[in-house]
T-cell receptor, first 119, second 115 residues
Framework: GAVVSQHPSRVICKSGTSVKIECRSL??????MFWYRQFPKQSLMLMAT?????????EQGVEKDKFLINHASLTLSTLTVTSAHPEDSSFYIC???????????????FGPGTRLTVT | AQSVAQPEDQVNVAEGNPLTVKCTYS??????LFWYVQYPNRGLQFLLK??????LVKGSYGFEAEFNKSQTSFHLKKPSALVSDSALYFC?????????????FGQGTTLQVKP
């Protein structure tokens, strides 16, 4: 149980284009999902908290117009990198919390990540 | 400010020997602590957590961690390391100022187990 998928696992795009990454909770509902960015051999940097049915909460320094987040259902959140540039190349990871266990569990279940390369 | 520190960038251990990956934390109130493991080009896998109760927590793959309130530590341990344990390990603590369950991660420690 508690499986989170991400699609695509790997994407290469040209500079100036937009890329959408999907994060799905497969066997549980998630009112809250998180989007992280990770550079090689570094820790995870939280970009934003995605809330089902409402606007995402972005961390300080993260451009909300560049990293668009949509959490339209209890099992799907999307991250769109708009007008991507080479410096946006990174490993993007999402995670989700089980809505039915919010009061008793603080685990986050992580997706396998998406490697974005902008050329 | 809330924080988590993993003082070692890398830990090397021989297969069959015990391993320890260190973690210290600084949070207000009671800490909710977690260990995750990450294999190359993969997401994070949950290993174990401490919320309350017994200070010694047992988790997946034979790992355990001991919560020490006086030393504000939550070191990850395993009695006998396997080569397959080689990975990147993250300690995390729930951010008590967040109502969404946001986690604060340590810098990560690379565990290298040699045959």
């Amino acid at each position: 149980g508690a499986v989170v998928s991400q699609h695509p696992s790997r994407v290469i795009c040209k500079s100036g284009t937009s890329v959408k990454i999907e994060c799905r909770s497969l066997d549980f509902q998630a009112t809250t999902m998180f989007w992280y960015r990770q550079f090689p051999k570094q820790s995870l940097m939280l970009m934003a908290t995605s809330n089902e049915g409402s606007k995402a909460t972005y961390e300080q320094g993260v451009e909300k117009d560049k990293f668009l987040i949509n959490h339209a259902s209890l099992t799907l959140s999307t991250l769109t990198v708009t007008s991507a540039h080479p410096e946006d190349s990174s490993f993007y990871i999402c995670s989700a919390r089980d809505s039915l266990r919010l009061a008793v569990s603080y685990e986050q279940y992580f997706g396998p990540g998406t490697r974005l390369t902008v050329t | 400010a809330q924080s988590v520190a993993q003082p070692e960038d890398q830990v090397n251990v021989a297969e069959g020997n015990p391993l320890t990956v260190k973690c210290t934390y600084s949070v207000s109130g009671n800490p909710y602590l977690f260990w995750y493991v990450q294999y190359p080009n993969r997401g994070l896998q949950f290993l174990l957590k401490y919320i309350t109760g017994d200070n010694l927590v047992k988790g997946s793959y034979g790992f355990e961690a001991e919560f020490n309130k006086s030393q504000t530590s939550f070191h990850l341990k395993k009695p006998s390391a396997l080569v397959s344990d080689s990975a990147l390990y993250f300690c995390a603590v729930r951010d008590p100022s967040s109502n969404t369950g946001k986690l604060i991660f340590g810098q990560g420690t690379t565990l290298q187990v040699k045959p």
